[in-house]
């Protein structure tokens, strides 16, 4: 610290960071109220115990039902992270700067704050309210939820985009959507693939969820199997599945996306 | 073919040219010569109507489809695209969206694969240009504008990340192109035994008499 620092008062050596972090402190000091509970005596390290006694060993028989299951919630994730790419292409055309107006981007980043707003968990119970207690609602649920992510993500990828090679064929004679397919496409699309293979990701974890409120998916069997007495060993199965199948996917994943961007940077 | 009028040229509040005029026919190389930051890619752009000029006008007698063609300096690829893509995409013109939508005709495939042959690019084709080096990212841009075929290609440094090798091949290949296809090139080059060997004339720019620079020169060889 410099001598004219040490001279200052406490409160102009502060920076941004060190206010936020002030407020940061004060906000967890105001929420210990949170930590209570319900204020009865409830044995909650003898509960924890019970609890996790029950879970082992994991209950083998329902195996090929719990694979039914994933396989759904796979299902669900993947038409719907389909879906959501292309309602996302389309509204990120309308949320770029660089591309659209300032009326349209500003109506279409609108309706994608909406979007966002709204938990993928309310989405399902909306979805499930409208067709019902299926499959279908799941999707319809994660369409939502992942478009607003999504193309948020792809209008940021299009307002970030390098325009040169876009603008050298365009002198080159070449037409606005030639520039576009053979100029600014090459560049995005690798960023555009990456963003969607992370929502894929992302959506197996939520349509894991989705089920609790009857929008398909193993979520339903883990709902069963916590609200039944004595099923805590099915429960553990679910989850060691699921465990297994996010890990994969999480793995794999990030080793595409992580090839695809070192490619595109000319590291390998 | 092309012609400069009293061009004017400034960045900011410096001058670079103040009454710049020259005349480039069909079938000429010519060198645009002087030290960096003289103002080079500035006349280039100007030229080729990327930036506007501060005066004078620039006046092209062409009648094919594409007049001016220009090879930049910062290569302007498509990144994420092959290397046989990116050369095809200078004959889109030639072609409507619709044609070009699935992929491009047989006949300009063999000119582009043709002209990667003779830029020693044939073995990376399928390669993202991402992955080429320096060097070979500029043959490509070369090779981009060279299947445009335009009637006045501009290049801007053209061979400045080349072995001499290269730089040499590359620049023949250039020459060649001016008086096969009755084009002019102008080619901002560094290099004075490349200027002595391929320029048939020279334009040197001096930033320090912007008032004079308006020459026209045989290159010394052929003076």
């Known amino acids: 610290m410099t001598p004219e620092m040490k001279s200052m008062p406490w409160y102009n050596r502060l920076d941004l960071p060190g206010v936020t972090f002030i407020l940061f402190l004060l906000l967890a000091a105001s929420s210990l109220p949170a930590l209570e509970g319900s204020g009865r005596n409830l044995d909650y390290w003898g509960n924890f115990l019970r609890f996790t006694d029950q879970f082992f060993p994991p209950d083998w028989s329902i195996l090929g039902q719990t694979m039914e299951g994933l396989w759904e919630t796979v299902q669900i994730a993947g038409i719907s992270t389909f879906l959501a790419s292309i309602f996302s292409l389309f509204l990120s055309f309308g949320a770029a700067r660089t591309i659209s107006p300032r009326w349209l981007v500003f109506i279409t980043r609108m309706l994608l ?102 929008a398909g998916g193993i979520g339903l069997h883990l709902k069963l199997y916590a609200e039944s007495a004595e099923s805590w060993n099915k429960f553990s199965l679910v989850l060691i599945c699921m465990l297994i199948i996010v890990t994969f996917l999480d793995f794999t994943g990030e080793k595409v996306r992580k090839s695809i961007r070192e490619k595109l940077e000319g590291k390998i | 073919m092309i012609e400069g009028k009293n061009l004017r040229l400034r960045i900011g509040d410096r001058w670079l040219a103040q009454d710049l005029s020259f005349s480039v026919s069909k079938g000429e190389f010519i060198a645009l010569v002087g030290s960096s930051g003289s103002g080079k890619t500035t006349l280039l752009r100007g030229v080729a109507g990327d930036i506007p000029l501060a005066g004078g006008q620039v006046i092209t007698h062409t009648t094919t489809p594409l007049p001016i063609g220009m090879i930049h300096q910062d290569l302007q690829l498509a990144e994420g695209s092959s290397t046989l893509k990116n050369v095809l995409s200078g004959c889109l013109y030639r072609h409507s969206s619709f044609q070009t939508l699935l992929g491009f005709p047989e006949e300009e495939k063999s000119k582009a694969i043709s002209l990667l042959q003779k830029l020693g690019l044939e073995r990376k084709l399928h390669q993202w240009t991402s992955t080429l080096s320096r060097g070979e990212r500029q043959r490509l841009a070369i090779a981009r504008t060279l299947l445009a075929q335009p009637s006045i290609l501009l290049a801007d440094e053209p061979v400045a990340s080349l072995d001499r090798k290269w730089a040499e091949i590359t620049l023949g290949m250039l020459k060649e192109y001016a008086m096969a296809q009755d084009a002019c090139v102008i080619c901002s080059l560094h290099d004075l035994d490349q200027v002595a060997q391929f320029a048939d004339k020279i334009i040197q720019v001096d930033p320090e008499k912007p008032e004079k620079w308006n020459v026209l020169i045989n290159t010394p060889q052929k003076a």
């Open chain 1, 113 to 214: 704050n909406i979007i966002r707003t709204i938990p993928s968990l309310l989405w399902a119970i909306l979805a499930v309210v409208l067709v019902g207690s299926n499959s279908l609602a799941g999707v319809i649920a994660l369409s939502f939820y992942s478009t607003g992510y999504l193309a948020k993500f792809f209008s940021e990828a299009f307002e970030s985009a390098d325009l040169k090679a876009q603008k050298a064929l365009q002198s080159l004679g070449s037409s606005r959507w030639q520039a576009f397919q053979y100029g600014l496409w090459p560049n995005l699309r690798p960023v555009i693939w990456s963003h969607c293979l992370w929502m894929l990701e992302y959506n197996v974890r939520s349509a894991s969820i989705i089920g609790y409120v009857g």
